[in-house]
């Protein structure tokens, strides 16, 4: 079946640094992808998606490209805020269906 | 903007006591879901309901069951709470017909079970 592999956290960064939290996935066909974020003490909220290969989704400085050949939708930021500091989480769609797969969720800390 | 509203963000319950979650949607969504996070699992899949009076079980239902008697309003009920049952519980609903399907969720409710 459709599978999301994320990478583990916590991942703990600086205050400007890079951010990368790498997302792969198993599915059938081209689903549309999706990165969630949860701030602390919240319920998901979507961040960004991408419908089909090689689109890039973007929101809020961050930016994550389906890329087909990788299998692959990993999330970066060129320069991260201590407000960016959440959970986040890399999603599709099972099965071409309604209902969604999501990861395990990577939880960032960034201190200032 | 889509509107996901859940009746209590904070719930402490004594166990074989009865417990009623509910959620409200604004946006005519069709799909209704609840789900438990719990920390290490992620987000685990209890009930959907694609349609008034339909239900479909997720991946974890027992002890759980659930409610649409209204498009909007979407509950779940813990028949007998237990310990293990404590857990942070988040409502989400999407559309159906029109895709890609992203979900929209509450603000969740964190149940203790003593």
């Known amino acids: 079946g459709d599978s999301v592999t994320q990478m583990e956290g916590p991942v703990t960064l600086s205050e400007e640094a890079f951010l990368t939290i790498n997302c792969t996935y198993t599915?059938?066909?081209?689903?549309?992808l999706f990165w969630y974020v949860q701030y602390p003490g919240e319920g998901l909220q979507l961040l960004l998606k991408a419908t089909k290969a090689d689109d890039k989704g973007s929101n809020k400085g961050f930016e994550a490209t389906y890329r087909k050949e990788t299998t692959s939708f990993h999330l970066e930021k060129g320069s991260v805020q201590v407000s960016d500091s959440a959970v986040y989480f890399c999603a599709l769609p099972s099965g071409g269906s309604y209902i969604p797969t999501f990861g395990r969720g990577t939880s960032l800390i960034v201190h200032p | 903007d889509v509107k996901v509203t859940q009746s209590s963000r904070y719930l402490v319950k004594r166990t074989g006591e009865k417990v009623f979650l509910e959620c409200v949607q604004d946006?005519?969504?069709?799909?209704m879901f609840w789900y438990r996070q719990d920390p290490g699992l992620g987000l685990r899949l209890i009930y959907f309901?694609?349609?008034?009076?339909?239900?479909e079980k997720g991946d974890i239902p027992e002890g759980y069951s659930v409610s649409r008697e209204k498009k909007e309003r979407f509950s779940l009920i813990l028949e007998s709470a237990s310990t293990n049952q404590t857990s942070m519980y988040l409502c989400?609903?999407?559309?159906?017909?029109?895709?890609?399907?992203?979900?929209?969720f509450g603000p969740g409710t964190r149940l203790t079970v003593t």
């Open positions: 599915a059938t066909g081209y689903p549309s």
């Open positions: 946006m005519d969504h069709e799909n």
């Open positions: 309901s694609y349609d008034v009076k339909m239900k």
């Open positions: 989400a609903s999407s559309h159906t017909i029109r895709g890609p399907y992203e979900q929209y």
